[in-house]
Every structure is written in structure tokens, then in C-alpha cells.
């Protein structure tokens, strides 16, 4: 196998292994690392040997992915404040055009179900990846684990469990999403308080990421007034000659503040029965680099 046919075949599959990489780590960049080292170690490989190149390249990178989550837990351990994951643009493209699956895709990368994730040990997290947002047979997941498949069944199913237990339990529809973001963005950037709190659920919660680098709430805040006054406020401190957009973030609409030339804050939320269930806000400067300016 030519190096060109080497280098063809892992960017083919390099979608479905950055797929894998950040579902599994929260982190744009703990993700491209893992890739990395996954084509480094593909491109040393004798490839003539290898008959199947997706799940020899898949088991690589679910592998190198435990072993960094186990890393990166311990340092999540002492994060200041509360830990959310990186905000990326999320678009499945024409790759996945049936609506179920773009559904299943979007849920798996949400913020809500990447934080409930992060109670997952690391093999129950690359089980629940593998076989819910890819639909790996278990046989195959088996193999990149190296465990039994009776062993990956139960693995998935506890990890199902836990995650259908903690995650948000409403099915809402993307339209009244985004007309719900859009309704919270005007307002909190031009309406009342009052406007602002018949949005949101009498116990909504609000949860914020500044990674001790940005200025951000360090606990759960609950209760409508009490989240509703934080977030006015903070809509309140921003910068008028600042950019704000919605966009398309982690499956579903964002509001996005640009300042200075580059994003410096992330509005999301969960929505369910009409109203705003939970807000999150993303601060740290460390997860805002990677989203385009324009």
C-alpha cells in the first residue's frame, strides 16, 4: 500500500474517528491529538496486513481516547468552577441525510448528554459512544476493547441506563428550540426581566464554565429569579459594539457574543414544555478559540 492510498484511506475515515475522539474527551483539541497519534500510528502500521482498516483505525483511536480521558479526569478533578464541554459547529452534512439518524447524531453531541457522559467511566463511555451515536456492532466494539461481547453488552446497558436516567427527558422540536433561543436573546439583550423570566421554568438551572479564565458563576445556580437576574445581567455587561449571533453549536442553536475579534461567550439552552429547562454559558477562553469569527 503507497503512502497516497495510506494517507486516502485514513482521511476517509477521519470524520468518524474525530467523531469517536471528541464525544469521548469533550475537547476539540484532546480529539485532534488523539487522531493524531491514531494516523501516526496507522501510517507506521504494515498495512498490507490490515483487511479492515476502519475497525483497525476505530479500535486505535477509542484506545489512545480511554487512555487520555483517564488522564484528563483526574485533572477535571480541581477544574475551577463547573466543567462543560468545548463548543463545536455542528453540521452532519450530506453524510447522514436521513432525519432519525441526524437526530441520534445531534443528541449524542449535545452538551446536556456530554456532561452526563463525564460520570461514565471511560470504557462505559466509549461503549455508549461506539454503539449509540455510531451503531458499532458489539462484536466490533468487543475487538477494540479487547473484552467479551456478553461483557461490552453489559457495558452498554448500564451505560444506557445512567445516561437515559440523568439527561433531559424532553423531546423537543428544533424549531420551537431555536424560536425559543431567539426569544431569549431579545430578551435578555433588549427586553425587560420580567420578559426574560416568563421563559424560563420556575426551577431552570444555569450552569457556567470561565475555567478560573474568564469571569463566570462557579456553582449551579436554580430558580427562575435567580437565573433570570444572572443572565440579564450578564447579557446587561456586554460590550455594545460586540457581535452576537445564533449559531449552530453541539446540535442545536447557540447564541454566540463576539468580542475583540473572537468568541467570548457561549449561550445554549435546554428547553421542554414551552419553556427553558436549563441555560448553559461557556467562558473559557480555551474552548471559545476554535469557532470561526465569520
Given at each position: 500500500m503507497t503512502v497516497d492510498v495510506a494517507t486516502e484511506i485514513f482521511e476517509e475515515h477521519r470524520p468518524v474517528l474525530t467523531g469517536v475522539a471528541y464525544r469521548m474527551l469533550g475537547r476539540v483539541a484532546d480529539a485532534e491529538d488523539v487522531v493524531q497519534e491514531a494516523w501516526l500510528r496507522w501510517s507506521a502500521a504494515v498495512r498490507e496486513d490490515v483487511r479492515e482498516p476502519r475497525a483497525f483505525l476505530v479500535r486505535i483511536t477509542t484506545r489512545l481516547a480511554i487512555d487520555r480521558l483517564r488522564y484528563l479526569q483526574s485533572r477535571r478533578e480541581t477544574y475551577p468552577g463547573t466543567w462543560?464541554?468545548?463548543?463545536?459547529?455542528?453540521?452532519?452534512?450530506?453524510?447522514?441525510?436521513?432525519?432519525?439518524?441526524?437526530?441520534?447524531?445531534?443528541?449524542?453531541?449535545?452538551?446536556?448528554?456530554?456532561?452526563?457522559?463525564?460520570?461514565?467511566?471511560?470504557?462505559?463511555?466509549?461503549?455508549?459512544?461506539?454503539?449509540?451515536?455510531?451503531?458499532?456492532?458489539?462484536?466490533?466494539?468487543?475487538?477494540?476493547?479487547?473484552?467479551?461481547?456478553?461483557?461490552?453488552?453489559?457495558?452498554?446497558?448500564?451505560?444506557?441506563?445512567?445516561?437515559?436516567e440523568r439527561k433531559p427527558r424532553y423531546d423537543v422540536d428544533p424549531a420551537e428550540r431555536r424560536d425559543l433561543t431567539e426569544r431569549f436573546l431579545a430578551a435578555a439583550s433588549g427586553g425587560g426581566i420580567e420578559q426574560l423570566l416568563?421563559?424560563?421554568?420556575?426551577?431552570?438551572?444555569?450552569?457556567?464554565?470561565?475555567?478560573?479564565?474568564?469571569?463566570?458563576?462557579?456553582?449551579?445556580?436554580?430558580?427562575?429569579?435567580?437565573?433570570?437576574?444572572?443572565?440579564?445581567?450578564?447579557?446587561?455587561?456586554?460590550?455594545?459594539?460586540?457581535?452576537?449571533?445564533?449559531?449552530?453549536?453541539?446540535?442545536?442553536?447557540?447564541?454566540?457574543?463576539?468580542?475583540?475579534?473572537?468568541?467570548?461567550?457561549?449561550?445554549?439552552?435546554?428547553?421542554?414544555?414551552?419553556?427553558?429547562?436549563?441555560?448553559?454559558?461557556?467562558?473559557?477562553?480555551?474552548k471559545l478559540s476554535g469557532l470561526p469569527v465569520e
Open positions: 462543560l464541554p468545548e463548543p463545536v459547529v455542528t453540521d452532519f452534512g450530506p453524510a447522514s441525510p436521513d432525519t432519525a439518524e441526524r437526530a441520534v447524531l445531534a443528541e449524542s453531541v449535545s452538551i446536556a448528554v456530554l456532561v452526563v457522559l463525564e460520570s461514565l467511566s471511560p470504557l462505559e463511555r466509549a461503549v455508549f459512544v461506539l454503539r449509540e451515536a455510531f451503531g458499532f456492532p458489539y462484536a466490533e466494539i468487543a475487538t477494540a476493547l479487547d473484552r467479551t461481547e456478553p461483557a461490552v453488552r453489559q457495558l452498554a446497558g448500564r451505560a444506557r441506563r445512567h445516561v437515559e416568563a421563559l424560563l421554568a420556575p426551577d431552570v438551572r444555569l450552569v457556567s464554565d470561565g475555567g478560573g479564565k474568564a469571569k463566570a458563576a462557579r456553582r449551579i445556580i436554580e430558580t427562575a429569579d435567580k437565573v433570570g437576574r444572572v443572565l440579564f445581567g450578564v447579557a446587561g455587561q456586554l460590550d455594545p459594539d460586540g457581535e452576537i449571533r445564533v449559531m449552530e453549536l453541539n446540535g442545536g442553536p447557540a447564541v454566540v457574543y463576539f468580542a475583540g475579534g473572537k468568541a467570548d461567550t457561549v449561550f445554549q439552552i435546554e428547553v421542554g414544555q414551552g419553556v427553558i429547562q436549563c441555560a448553559y454559558i461557556i467562558r473559557n477562553p480555551d
